[in-house]
């Protein structure tokens, strides 16, 4: 069965600083990744996806993601973080010959103060 | 940019009505989803749509829920007899053939009182 974890429910950064926002997952085959994230009262905006290639895939915003296959991890990393980057931010993976449903992680509050 | 919406923007019912939740997924798309999130915990899966039928559902996916598409542009949910539990965000999502990026309306928020 798949299953994607995000071990950290939230995420506290100072403006400026780099940003780690942490994700693990468990499938079989090869899997899709992505992040979205989730702003208050909106839905979900995409911002990058992992299918073949580099390990590092870049996306909107400014973020970008590390596609590790020996720890099963997707970590999203952001440089320097800004204030308007505060949001839920939600890992989930994927099988496209299966339909393409996206199984999500509980999703990791990110906080970003001036 | 094309995008997925989602009317109404917020649903109240009372328990045991009945509900629909409409969609209108980008034009060029072929695969259609609807998701839910109550409030506090994660976004669950509960149904894919492809070919005018369903591909893959979740256990939630009882037999009160089903999904039609009855014109080329919308999209819906219904819920015949509403549960207290039901009460959520609803998510619709589609997608293209070629790519495997699932884009999301900005949802219905579903109150059963």
């Known amino acids: 069965a798949q299953s994607v974890a995000q071990p950290e429910d939230q995420v506290n950064v100072a403006e400026g600083n780099p940003l780690t926002v942490k994700c693990t997952y468990s499938?079989?085959?090869?899997?899709?990744l992505f992040w979205y994230v989730q702003y208050p009262n909106r839905g979900l905006q995409f911002l990058l996806k992992?299918?073949?290639?580099?390990?590092l895939v870049k996306g909107s915003y400014g973020f970008e993601a590390e596609f590790n296959k020996s720890q099963t991890s997707f970590h999203l990393k952001k440089p320097s973080a800004l204030v308007s980057d505060s949001a839920l931010y939600f890992c989930?993976?994927?099988?496209?010959?299966?339909?393409?449903?996206?199984?999500f992680g509980q999703g990791t509050e990110l906080s970003v103060k001036p | 940019e094309p995008e997925v919406t989602q009317t109404p923007s917020h649903q109240v019912t009372q328990m045991g009505q009945e509900v629909i939740l409409r969609c209108v997924p980008i034009?060029?798309?072929?695969?259609f989803y609807w998701y839910r999130q109550i409030l506090g915990q994660k976004v669950e899966f509960l149904v894919s749509?492809?070919?005018?039928?369903?591909?893959?559902k979740s256990e939630i996916f009882d037999d009160q829920f089903s999904v039609e598409r009855p014109d080329g542009s919308n999209f819906t949910l219904k819920i015949r007899s509403t549960k207290l539990e039901d009460s959520a965000m609803y998510f619709c999502?589609?997608?293209?053939?070629?790519?495997?990026?699932?884009?999301f309306g900005p949802g219905t928020r579903l109150t059963v009182l």
């Open positions: 999502a589609s997608r293209e053939r070629v790519t495997d990026t699932q884009y």
């Open positions: 499938v079989s085959g090869n899997p899709y």
């Open positions: 992992y299918i073949t290639g580099d390990n």
């Open positions: 989930a993976v994927g099988r496209m010959r299966q339909g393409g449903k996206l199984i």
């Open positions: 034009s060029n798309h072929l695969y």
């Open positions: 749509f492809y070919n005018n039928e369903i591909s893959e």
